[in-house]
């Protein structure tokens, strides 16, 4: 039924020049890098090359930055999208090569999600609610400024609103990713829809 959806969508006289319909592609599995040192020189060439001629990967594996964090002192955290055959090929390991040393990485399984706001599917560029929302409390402020004495995490709560009549999720904790039964969901949902090519169990 999907592929003569997919026929009918893409072969529609109104339809085929303006938008293309094909089955939903799984993402490449993730790695956060640590501590990456500062490139001096074309940051574009480095990033194109980071990790595939140290380890010796082939030039056709597509091996991208998707984005960086702050690591310690000068040094940047770095996410990588990597294929199937380098994620089992560096699985097992916890060091990768990188010019004459190594750099300590691990999976980079979180969902994406705006911390302004708390909500998944967006980042903070691109949130479009006016305020920081706390994530101690379900008030519009930072959790710096939270004086709340209980915490009520409000991403559980706007859950159970929404399910009705349905199962409800406990509330009292906040909304960071390891006290939030949502995120875990989202995150194990992630795991599912990552191409690892290989069974591989998702760890909660």
């Given at each position: 039924m999907v592929s003569r959806l997919e026929e009918a969508s893409?072969?529609?006289l109104e339809l085929k020049d303006v938008c293309e319909a094909r089955m939903p592609r799984k993402r490449n599995p993730q790695l956060i890098m640590y501590d990456v040192p500062v490139i001096e020189g074309d940051r574009d060439a480095e990033e194109a090359t980071?990790?595939?001629?140290?380890?010796s990967f082939p030039d056709s594996w597509d091996i991208r930055v998707l984005f960086k964090r702050p690591g310690r002192g000068p040094f940047k955290h770095w996410i990588l999208s990597v294929p199937q055959e380098a994620f089992n090929l560096l699985k097992g390991s916890s060091w990768a090569f990188y010019g004459f040393g190594s750099?300590?990485?691990r999976e980079f399984s979180?969902?994406?999600?705006?911390y302004k706001?708390?909500?998944?599917?967006?980042?903070?560029v691109n949130c479009?609610?006016?305020?920081?929302?706390?994530?101690?409390?379900?008030?519009?402020?930072?959790?710096m400024e939270c004086t709340a004495t209980?915490?009520?995490?409000?991403?559980?709560k706007e859950y159970n609103r929404r399910s009705g009549t349905g199962p409800k999720v406990k509330t009292d904790h906040s909304a960071m990713p390891a006290r939030c039964p949502i995120f875990v969901r989202e995150?194990?949902?992630?795991?599912?829809?990552?191409?690892?090519?290989l069974k591989k169990c998702v760890r909660h």
């Open positions: 893409n072969g529609h980071f990790l595939r001629y140290s380890n750099l300590k990485f979180e969902p994406l999600r705006c706001c708390l909500k998944f599917g967006h980042l903070r479009s609610v006016p305020k920081e929302l706390c994530s101690r409390c379900t008030g519009e402020h930072s959790h209980t915490v009520a995490c409000r991403i559980c995150k194990v949902e992630l795991g599912r829809h990552t191409n690892y090519g």
